[in-house]
């Protein structure tokens, strides 16, 4: 009834399995009964044209809601006032670094409010969550999502749980905790605390923003596509680095510059799209390496990148697909190629990652050498979290901090090392 506070004609019209085509409802659905095809948001592309034109973005918040019109919502925002729309970093230091002419990195590491990507999906799905009626929210997840589950569920004043694995980093379990939310730490790899929260909303119908709100929440990362666009002066880049875990983000980001394009927002220049996987846990990294169309599942992941460590990735076939149908590749870093990633960010741009984004940066660096992505064409890489969350990854490799008493004295020998008649002619 009061579908559309917003137009007379809604621009998001259901959800629609993407396998075989079929609609339903907007309601906490997921799957198809059918096929088990996954349900993803539909939108009336005609009625989206008029309304969302360049002219009429300029005038727009800067916050993920200024793309409205593409997002699986009925009413006004509420959530995510101040979520999104995060620097596109032009990185020529880093560009010099691993040769090549024109880079950028999207920094969600300060999107706010709790410094991850998640961020935008979780405004999406608390937005989502009130619509329906929902009083209780929760999530599976690998750290960031109950970091962002949890913050803006207590502002939103919806009771919360959040799950995750037992073996997560402190930063990510304290950045849970601190809002009031029941942290629920589950022993065993994401995959058993994915399972478990699947059978939970089953049966108490909380909303679960990745289990039974995934096709809204989902949505909610096509933004990084359209800021990236958008910011580029309404162009796609030629080649887009994205961190994949369950293949949601990559899939999405896929999907932004389709729309963008047949929206007319940005011309077709073909954008490519990279999965950057952890090689202790790269089912879709191996199965593009491999020319492969299913993924074999990874039952123990082995990585410091705990925030991709997902073996069996709900949207890994359709990550795959995108990779594949975009002429792009996928590739994996080891440990301590995700440090170097983390730390050559943070030396050349002043940007700190966590674990993920070192992921990309190495992945970015492999690609670029073994010549996949070439040096003359535009690249964005996308940064997705905050190293601040991750400090264990780096805390071995950095060195120490120089202690001293505090007299300038002992600063000249001990720090500069000057000898002592230099030092009192200074
Ligand atoms: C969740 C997450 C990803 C990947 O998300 P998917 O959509 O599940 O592939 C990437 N980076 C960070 C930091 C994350 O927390
Ligand atoms: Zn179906």
């Known amino acids: 009834m009061s579908e559309s506070s917003f137009s007379a004609r809604p621009f998001f019209t259901g959800l629609r399995c993407r396998e075989c085509g079929r609609t339903y409802p907007k309601t906490a659905a997921h799957v198809c009964e059918f096929d088990f095809g996954p349900l993803e948001a539909a939108y009336d592309y005609d009625a989206i044209r008029p309304s969302l034109t360049r002219e009429a973005l300029a005038s727009r918040p800067h916050n993920l809601w200024r793309y409205r019109e593409l997002l699986p919502i009925d009413g006004a925002p509420q959530a995510g006032a101040s979520t999104g729309f995060t620097p596109l ?13 024109e880079l950028y990195i999207k920094n969600d590491a300060v999107n706010h409010p709790t410094l991850s990507f998640k961020d935008r999906v979780v405004a999406v799905a608390l937005t989502r969550a009130r619509e329906l009626g929902l009083d ?9 999502l109950a970091n962002s589950v949890a913050a803006q569920a207590a502002a939103a004043g919806l009771r919360c749980f959040v799950f995750i694995p037992a073996d997560l980093e402190r930063g990510k379990v304290l950045g849970s905790l601190v809002y009031g939310a029941r942290v629920v730490s589950v022993r065993g790899p994401y995959d058993r605390v994915n399972r478990l929260c699947s059978e939970i909303a089953g049966k108490y119908g909380w909303g679960f923003v990745n289990v039974n709100l995934r096709a809204y929440y989902a ?12 910011q580029l002066g309404w162009r796609a880049p030629r080649h887009t680095v994205v961190p994949v875990a369950s293949g949601s983000l990559l899939t999405k980001i896929d999907k932004a510059y389709r729309e963008f394009t047949q929206l007319g927002l940005i011309g077709d220049c073909a954008p490519a799209i990279y999965g950057a996987q952890a090689a202790g846990c790269g089912p879709v990294a191996e199965a593009a390496q491999h020319g492969r169309d299913f993924i074999k599942p990874v039952a123990k992941p082995q990585t410091i990148a705990k925030s991709l460590a997902i073996g069996t990735p709900a949207d890994g076939h359709y990550a795959l697909r995108a990779i594949r149908d975009s002429r792009g590749t996928a590739e994996a870093a080891t440990d301590p190629e995700i440090v170097e990633g983390i730390r050559l960010l943070a030396e050349t741009e002043g940007i700190f990652a966590e674990t993920a984004g070192g992921v990309t940066v190495a992945c970015a660096r492999k690609l670029i050498a073994s010549g996949v992505i070439p040096r003359d064409e535009s690249i964005v890489l996308c940064i997705t979290g905050n190293g601040l969350k991750t400090l264990e990854a780096v805390s071995d490799s950095l060195g120490e901090t120089t202690e001293i008493a505090g007299n300038l004295r002992e600063f000249e020998d001990t720090i500069l090392r000057v000898p002592r008649e230099l030092a009192a002619s200074v």
């Open 219 to 230: 949505e909610g990362s096509k933004t990084v596509g359209y800021e990236i666009c958008e």
């Open 136 to 144: 209780t929210v929760a999530c599976a997840s690998t750290g960031n």
């Open 89 to 101: 970093v032009r990185a020529d230091r880093l560009a010099r670094r691993l040769g090549v002419k």
